[in-house]
């Protein structure tokens, strides 16, 4: 890939460009995006590519920290922003880089996009969530899985049981109802993705269907960066929401 920031460029780099590709899957919980990681992951590798899978909270330096802090509920918006930039740099460092180095794919379940959208929802200006992630690496492709906020709310009911407190915004206190916060706080990141997906490019998938029928557009939209023929089904917007009756 050719190595591009959306900002600064990071010290210590090998000169030149890296040899692998970054492919990033981004969409809110339950939009589908660990099991089309995977999947991925096992075509490609039968193709023959060496695969490095990544994702948020799993860095060694404070993945650990993080949760830990959201226990509690009371983890503030500013200090959750930073301590989400210091797992994404020192993954970016110490796994990224090196994998991108030997010329493997590297598939990013989340990027810097959700972390953006989740600052931004929380008070941070778009400017200051652009310069925090300034030194992320602009990916060879982005592919942004849309779901219904309906799907989510039975996705993540039955993955879990129940909601999460912080992937509901119930920090925000937009609803002391769980199940309107999570339609408003899913209406608030939509809005921020959508601004997104033209600003650094998204290719977005219709994530309501089936994973094997997902899978099939998202997988020729990775084809094209092997040489594969251009997908004729994946859109390239977010198509707008109606209205939600919760919100």
């Not at 920031?5 to 210590?12: A, C, F, K, S, V």
């Not at 999570?182 to 977005?204: C, G, P, V």
Request: contains cysteine.
């Amino acid at each position: 890939m050719t190595v591009r920031t959306y900002g600064t460029r990071l010290p210590g780099l090998p000169p030149g460009d890296l040899s692998g590709k970054l492919v990033v899957i981004e969409g809110s919980d339950g939009s589908g995006r660990t099991t089309e990681v995977d999947l991925l992951k096992e075509w490609l590798e039968v193709e023959g590519h060496a695969v490095v899978d990544t994702g948020l909270r799993r860095s060694n330096l404070v993945s650990e920290e993080i949760d830990r802090a959201k226990q509690g509920h009371t983890l503030g918006a500013t200090t959750m922003a930073l301590l989400y930039a210091a797992d994404f740099g020192d993954q970016l460092e110490n796994k990224i880089v090196p994998a991108l180095s030997a010329g493997s794919t590297v598939l990013a379940d989340r990027y810097i996009y959700t972390l953006m959208a989740r600052a931004i929802v929380r008070g941070a200006s778009r400017d200051y969530a652009r310069q925090l992630y300034g030194f992320a690496f602009r990916p060879d492709l982005v592919i942004f899985l849309d779901a219904r906020p309906e799907i989510l709310l039975h996705r993540s009911i039955g993955k879990y049981g129940s909601l999460d407190y912080w992937e509901s915004g119930m920090d925000l206190c937009l609803s002391r109802d769980l199940f309107e916060s999570f339609f408003l706080y899913q209406d608030r990141l939509a809005r921020e993705f959508e601004w997104m997906s033209r600003e650094y490019d998204f290719h977005t998938v219709d994530a309501n269907r089936r994973p094997e029928e997902v899978h099939e557009v998202v997988r020729e939209l990775v084809a094209t960066l092997y040489g594969g023929k251009p997908p004729s089904r994946a859109r390239r917007r977010l198509t707008p929401r109606a209205p939600s009756a919760s919100a």
